[in-house]
């Protein structure tokens, strides 16, 4: 079948999917099935995981954080509220998973990435709607008989798992149809719990500017042979929202709660070295906020970092604003230093180099900066 | 994950384990004279770094790069369909260190640089010390890095191991190698 006779029947799946959305509702409190079957033994496993998770340097232990994103799985999933655990785990890829006996992990490379609460509740949402269909037992009698059993547990992104495929493959990790489904009940479940749906289709249009950012697109992604396409799923989502516009965001609220960890989960994002997604990321995120110092700095850091063609340049105009922003990081001088200290220009490195040891005098680098002096 | 894929190559007999000792050449410039012995691995997955260990894969891993020129990448592939990340000639201390910060990061674990400072490794380097919580298992590692850039191409080595007990007990014979290091022009 070619591509666009393949979108085209697609496109008509999803419409009818918007019929069935609007009857869909959602099954009662899913029991503990019994532990002699396959589901038993799943669950056994993910309680093993679950168990593993909450001693795990990488979760995140912020009870306020961690109550306030568990309460918005809990208006979306209302009744199933009680059987729904949400763990913060703090790894900078864009993932959220649930696991069938009720453990629901949301990474920090999430946090980050999404602009207001809705956006947030469409990805939780989307999750519930596996969840709520029991999508992971379908996966698992597939998986059982292609020998992927690795790559199943991969879905629930457990911790040794992260990264394996890449910055957004958990919004890949089940087939076509069952993508497709948790996208119309968790926009369901968005509207039903008073937010805007269209923020669903705004994640996929943030989330393909840092996939074309790439240099590789699509086509070498083989996330894309198997899945609906990301500019897809976003018209998909459009629709659905459009039929039912309205609701509320509550993207100040959501920035106050990021505040104390934007440069923590910044810094992790800059770490991964996949400099021309973070700058396609940043940049969005300044075109939002110009005026946040946090922001600039991290781009000027990924531009430095790269340092190909005018990087530096734009590093140094980045580290220029944020530092006559105020606020910024004792790192952006180091940056500035860095920067004027490539391009030849001594003295000015020098004074951004005492700056930034005034500031942090006992940085891990210190000494090599002062070597530099 | 990587040395999950390296400790099943052992078990499944597709790699190979040979005994060091002395002085030894990596590559084509480099030599080092080594502090007892060391286990070299062969496997799958391995490379472009010369990977020693004195307790095992999955305890502690001595990385020796012997001359990565520039364009390469610095690892095997894997991460999935992140980008390879790679050398560049023109890369200062701070970006080498970054390079290997993504390295280490590709498969969601932990690097918090803890120490950066020159070095006389190979003439002219510089020295970092990292504290590394691995993905897979959730262990924390210590490790400790020297590198220098030679006539454009990178020489290094990187050594981690658990922060408790094996970290502290091989750290002097590490550093104690480093200093041993010479290049050939």
Partial sequence: MKRRQFLSFCSGCLFAGLANAQEWSAPPRLARPDVASDEGGLWALMDREEARLRRSPFALRDPHLQRYVQDIACRLATEHCADLRVHLVRTPFFNATMAPNGMMQVWTGLLLRVDNE??????????????????QLDRLRDVKKRSAFGQ??????????????????????YGREHESEADRIGSL?????????AEAANIWENLQLELKARGDGEQNSPLFATHPPAEERQAALRRLAEAAPGGITNASAWQKRIAPYLREWLGDEVKRGQHEESIALLTRKIG?????????????????????????????????????????????????????????????????????????PDAPDAPMIRSYL | MKVLVIALALLAGCASVAKLEGERTVGERMTITLDGAWNQVNAPGVGPADLWTLEG??????????????????????????????????????QIVAMFEGMFTRDGSRFRLTRLEPSSFAGNGFRFEYALTRSADDLQL???????????????????????????????????????VKLKD
């Fill in chain 1, 118 to 135: 809705a956006q947030l509740a469409a990805v939780i949402g989307h999750e519930i709607g596996h969840y709520l269909q029991r999508h």
């Fill in chain 1, 288 to 360: 939002s906020y110009p005026a946040n110092a946090e922001y600039l700095h991290a781009r000027a850091e990924a531009y430095r970092l790269r340092a190909k063609g005018e990087d530096l340049q734009t590093a140094l105009a980045d580290y220029q604003v944020a530092a006559s922003l105020g606020g910024e990081p004792a790192e952006t001088h180091r940056g500035m230093g860095l920067v004027f200290r490539a391009i030849g220009d001594s003295a000015a490195a020098r004074t951004h180099f005492q700056r930034y040891l005034e500031k942090a």
């Fill in chain 1, 189 to 197: 479940l968005m509207r039903r719990a008073g937010y805007d749906a």
């Fill in chain 2, 57 to 94: 894969v999955p305890v502690d891993r001595l990385l020796i790069y012997a001359g990565v020129k520039d364009g390469q990448p610095v690892h095997t592939q894997t991460g999935g369909t992140q980008k390879h990340i790679t050398f560049s000639s023109r890369m200062q201390p701070e």
């Fill in chain 2, 142 to 180: 210590a490790g400790v890095g020297y590198a220098a850039v030679s006539n454009g191409e990178l020489f290094a080595l990187l050594y981690q191991a658990p922060r408790i007990e094996f970290f502290p007990r091989h750290r002097a014979r590490v550093e104690a190698m480093a200093r041993t």
């Fill in chain 1, 152 to 173: 199943f547990l991969g879905m629930f992104g457990l911790v040794g798992m992260a990264g394996q495929v890449g910055l957004l493959a958990g919004m890949f990790a």
